[in-house]
């Protein structure tokens, strides 16, 4: 691993138990994971479904306090019960839109909670809407919108505030698979601009490899933790759907895909045995 | 398959017509054979004249006699309705986000839910005359527990990640409150407000059958102590009639707030 100075995001030996519902055994859902994200790598986190993923991006949000093990962002400890990590945007799988609020004041809502003047939140609002090709569709309100639609707003929402850290979880995977290169292709642009640090999970290994500078591979969970860290090589600027058509790609494919099989079909024995 | 408007109105007026004629042809005395009363007057002492029930009707608006009592009957509900909302909205979203005290008084608001409220209304008239505000105590208790139970629901309701986002967009405890918790709450209270104020109408009217000196249930009242059944009747179809009316202006407040709510004819095949 390259260490340019500060990671922007590090874990260092995380472990997440929860208690059981019925009071029976808890259940470990990460252990022991050391994870870095360098400041300005997008770096990909995939695994076999049910493993845990959502459990380390809510640990690094704050908005979970790890059993054990620390989280720091950018050398800071982070501190769950201090409040969330304010150098972190995050983009969740679910609809995460406030359904009482038209587009815009969705995209503002960031700003009018850090006290930004409303004149001046609504000028960068309507600016974010246009970036992510939403000019125009600011007075509808979310069940008015298309699923892409909404993750364009969502998107907006996250990015208006700047954040040095991006959390994605599966963002895109509700969208239709044209929908959701766009989307891809859109973020990788967005990305290119600012730079930002990015942990990208999802359970999609081929989007993974097409948007990130690194793949991290986990285990199947219980228990999950990271099992294999790959570099992604492949030229930028990419195009998502071009760059799934050449050789290195494909290879890199192969490759995690060979490290990430077996977790995968534990996984799915594990399910089937349940 | 869908019917026109037009058609639609019709029909309803025939069935209204229907109605009214078939009340007409059981209780006009002498149209008919007696069929069940010895006496051809009796089943218009039971069940009234419709005819005189619509010129009495027609009476009190003409001579606005009518007005002072609807406006005092509006004026509860409406003070019930408010107060009984206000009340509900405060401790519905206290006791939704203290889940120790929500724990304390469960019991106890469920006690009071399942009481019959009307068995109040007595002391209520102890308590506040017989004036406006026992009427009004007695549609809080009603409106209460509606609105109540819909903003415990509504705040339990939002949806986690809403929440988690609006946290990471850097939201505070205060502004959760304000622009989370309230907007949820009130969708659920304004889903209820056909119902809340329906029963804030129920309130005034029992009440004031139960003891005042205005409004139409004690117009009712008065003419039920004399058997003077088409006064009642009268009286009866003025109430329905204004329920009819609130319910209807309530349904356009419902349209100008729930906005953001999506409604099912948006995505109805034209």
């Known amino acids: ?274 | 398959m869908k019917i026109g408007k037009f058609k639609l109105t019709v029909l309803r007026l025939l069935v209204l017509g229907l109605a009214i004629g078939v009340w007409w042809a059981l209780t006009d005395p002498g149209f008919l054979p007696p069929i069940y009363f010895d006496d051809p007057g009796r089943a218009a002492f039971f069940f009234g004249k419709p005819f005189r029930v619509f010129e009495i009707i027609i009476n009190w608006f003409v001579s606005g006699e009518i007005f002072s009592h609807l406006g005092i009957t509006l004026l509860e509900t409406a003070l019930g309705f408010i107060v009984g909302s206000v009340l509900g909205l405060g401790i519905g979203l206290w006791l939704a986000l203290a889940p120790t005290a929500s724990a304390i008084f469960d019991p106890y608001i469920k006690g009071f839910n399942s009481m019959p409220r009307v068995v109040l209304a007595p002391i209520f008239a102890v308590w506040f005359g017989l004036g406006v505000w026992s009427k009004v105590a007695l549609g809080v208790t009603l409106v209460f527990f509606v609105v109540f139970f819909n903003v415990y629901q509504g705040v339990r309701e939002v949806s986690p990640t809403v929440i988690a986002n609006a946290r990471m967009l850097g939201a505070s405890k205060r502004h959760l409150l304000r622009h989370i918790y309230l907007p949820s709450a009130m969708s659920w209270v304004f889903a209820s407000l056909h119902n809340a104020v329906g029963l804030a109408f129920v309130g005034a009217v029992v009440g004031e059958y139960l003891g005042s000196a205005h409004g139409v249930g004690y117009l009712i009242l008065q003419a039920e102590g004399t058997f003077d059944i088409n006064t009642v009747f009268a009286g009866i179809l003025v109430l329905t009639a204004f329920a009819l009316l609130l319910d209807m202006a309530v349904g356009l407040v419902e349209q100008r707030l729930l906005l953001w709510q999506p409604k099912t004819s948006e995505t109805e095949p034209v």
């Open chain 1, 1 to 274: 691993m390259t260490t340019t100075g500060t990671p922007a995001l590090a874990f260092n030996d995380v472990t997440c138990r929860f208690a059981a519902r019925d009071g029976g055994e808890a259940y470990t859902a990460v252990a022991n994971a050391t994870l870095m994200v360098q400041a300005g790598e997008f770096v990909s986190v995939v695994g076999p479904t049910g493993c845990g993923k959502s459990t380390l991006l809510n640990v690094a949000a704050g908005l979970l306090a790890p059993s054990s093990g620390t989280v720091e962002v950018f050398g800071e400890r982070l501190v769950a019960e201090r409040g969330v990590n304010r150098r972190a945007g995050y983009m969740f799988q679910a609809d995460a839109l406030m359904p009482w609020r038209r587009g815009i004041d969705n995209v503002v809502a960031g700003l009018e909670f850090r006290g930004v003047p409303r004149e001046a939140a609504r000028r960068q609002g309507e600016d974010w809407l246009r970036r992510v090709g939403l000019a125009g569709f600011g007075d509808r309100y979310p069940h008015q919108m298309s699923g892409g639609m909404r993750k364009r707003l969502a998107l907006a929402q996250t990015l208006i505030l700047s954040p040095d850290i991006l959390l994605m979880d599966e963002p895109f995977s509700a969208l239709d698979v044209q929908t959701r290169q766009l989307m891809e292709n859109e973020l990788l642009a967005l990305w290119a601009e600012s730079r930002k640090s990015v942990l990208f999970i999802t359970h999609d290994l081929e989007e993974a490899i097409a948007l990130s500078d690194r793949v991290v591979v986990l285990s199947a969970g219980p228990a999950t933790r990271p099992i294999g860290d790959f570099k992604v090589e492949l030229p930028r600027p990419r195009d998502v759907s071009e760059i799934r058509m050449t050789p290195g790609f494909n290879e890199l494919h192969r490759e995690i895909w060979n490290a990430m099989k077996e977790e995968v079909l534990k996984a799915y024995a594990r399910q089937k045995a349940a």
